[in-house]
Each structure stands twice: as C-alpha cells, then as structure tokens.
C-alpha cells in the first residue's frame, strides 16, 4: 500500500509527509516542479526534508511513501481512507 500526496507548498508536503508514514517508509520521494523544470528525490526509507536540497522556486510538490509489500501481503496494514482539505485542495488517501 503507499499514499500519493501533493500541495503547492513544500511546508505542507512536509505536513501531508508525516500524516502517510503510517503507510510505510520503505521508500520514499518527492518531486518538485517549476515552470521549466523538476527536481526528484528518491530514497529508501524516509526521506529528512532538512537534508534534501531542492528549488525555492516550485510551483507545485508532490510526495508519495510506499509500504513494504511483504507487511501488505501480511495483513498488518489496517485499511483507512483519509480525506484532507487544504485550501481548496482536496487529498484522498487509501
């Protein structure tokens, strides 16, 4: 299972980041795009949005984390939907 996420500002990417952990970290990333280009970042395990180096001019993040396959397959991931509203954005998580 992972969660897809995305917010015009990288301060709630950050937000919307630690609210899907529960998800799973065992990987991780975030995209970053401007006007004439894009920066990503992938990682396995979680990403420390301190260390990550990317564009100060962004016009939109998105963000995704993704659960070990073999805990899904195990059936230790409860299954929530979450709905997030943020100004005028709306987020669903699964």
């Given at each position: 299972?992972?969660?897809?996420f995305?917010?015009?500002?990288?301060s709630m990417l950050?937000?919307?980041?630690?609210?899907?952990?529960?998800?799973?970290?065992?990987?991780s990333s975030?995209?970053q795009?401007?006007?004439?280009?894009?920066f990503?970042?992938?990682?396995e395990?979680?990403?420390d949005?301190?260390d990550t180096?990317?564009?100060?001019?962004?016009?939109?993040n998105c963000?995704?984390?993704?659960?070990?396959?073999?805990?899904?397959?195990?059936?230790?991931?409860?299954?929530h939907?979450h709905?997030?509203h943020?100004?005028?954005?709306?987020f669903?998580?699964?």
């Amino acid at each position: 299972m992972c969660a897809i996420f995305g917010s015009p500002e990288k301060s709630m990417l950050e937000v919307l980041y630690a609210a899907n952990q529960s998800r799973g970290t065992f990987a991780s990333s975030f995209i970053q795009l401007t006007y004439d280009d894009q920066f990503i970042f992938k990682k396995e395990g979680e990403i420390d949005f301190d260390d990550t180096k990317g564009s100060k001019q962004a016009v939109y993040n998105c963000g995704h984390v993704k659960l070990q396959l073999q805990q899904c397959v195990a059936g230790r991931m409860k299954h929530h939907i979450h709905s997030i509203h943020y100004h005028g954005w709306s987020f669903i998580t699964v």
